[in-house]
């Protein structure tokens, strides 16, 4: 049973940084693709950045290029987002999704998701 469990988010003011984690169990990182999404009230979920966990290969939305980073940690299983440069608009519950696949921005592509956690920037 794959697991993703997210970590991180807070409430910070605008100009802030987080760091967000993805622990997985059930699922090895270095195997497919892992995913971060965003998914701000009333609006669609959004690809926010992605990594080919088997070469560390990347992509970013253009509104986050230059302020965000995601990368791997094989030997904890985990995927970090780090925030940075934080604007009042990055606020959202942000997710994480992984499937075994090639990168993809449709949230459709992706087998398993983790419950969220909240990103709040104040102006």
């Known amino acids: 049973q794959v697991q993703l469990v997210e970590s991180g988010g807070d409430s910070v003011q605008a100009g802030g940084s987080l760091r967000l984690s993805c622990e997985a169990s059930g699922y090895t990182i270095g195997t497919g693709c892992m995913a971060w999404f965003r998914q701000p009230p009333e609006k669609e979920r959004e690809a926010v950045a992605g990594?080919?966990?088997?070469?560390?290969?990347?992509y970013y939305a253009d509104s986050v290029k230059g302020r965000f980073t995601i990368s791997q940690d094989n030997a904890k299983n985990t995927v970090y987002l780090q925030l940075s440069s934080l604007k009042p608009e990055d606020t959202s519950m942000y997710y994480c999704a992984a499937h075994i696949g090639l990168c993809s921005r449709a949230p459709d592509d992706y087998n398993y998701w983790g419950q969220g956690t909240q990103v709040t920037v104040s102006s």
């Open positions: 990594i080919w966990t088997v070469d560390g290969s990347t």
